[in-house]
């Protein structure tokens, strides 16, 4: 299974950006994530989208971010508006491949995990 992220990079504070994950390897995906790591900082969870769509986000991007996902070559998206400084670090896709309850804060279960993007916002 491969993830691999784009759609990162710079952006002034109050911008958007839309990350973008494709997968392949993989006939069912069940829990897609997003993750992100800060310099020095522990990685966080930021949204989770099941397989029946049900999408949920810790609360540092509730409101301003929103997680989607499709059937296509890139199945999972993470729109990113009205960014701030604090939102920089880097992004992960991952997938949890099997069903059931699916949150930001289970990044443990999660298996598969992309190589990561910069997103730098700056001030």
């Known amino acids: 299974v491969q993830l691999v992220e784009s759609g990162g990079g710079e952006v002034q504070a109050g911008g958007s950006l839309k990350l973008s994950c494709a997968v392949s390897g993989y006939t069912r995906l069940w829990c897609m994530g997003w993750f992100r790591q800060a310099p020095g900082e522990e990685r966080e969870g930021v949204a989770t989208v099941d397989s029946d769509g049900m999408a949920r986000y810790e609360d540092s991007g509730k409101g301003r971010f929103t997680i989607s996902r499709d059937s296509a070559e890139n199945p999972l998206y993470l729109q990113m508006n009205s960014l701030k400084p604090e939102d920089s670090g880097i992004y992960y896709c991952?997938?949890?491949?099997?069903?059931?309850?699916?949150?930001?804060?289970?990044?443990?279960?999660?298996?598969?995990w992309g190589q990561g993007i910069q997103v730098t916002v700056s001030s």
């Open positions: 991952a997938h949890r491949p099997w069903p059931g309850y699916c949150s930001p804060d289970q990044d443990r279960e999660f298996s598969y």
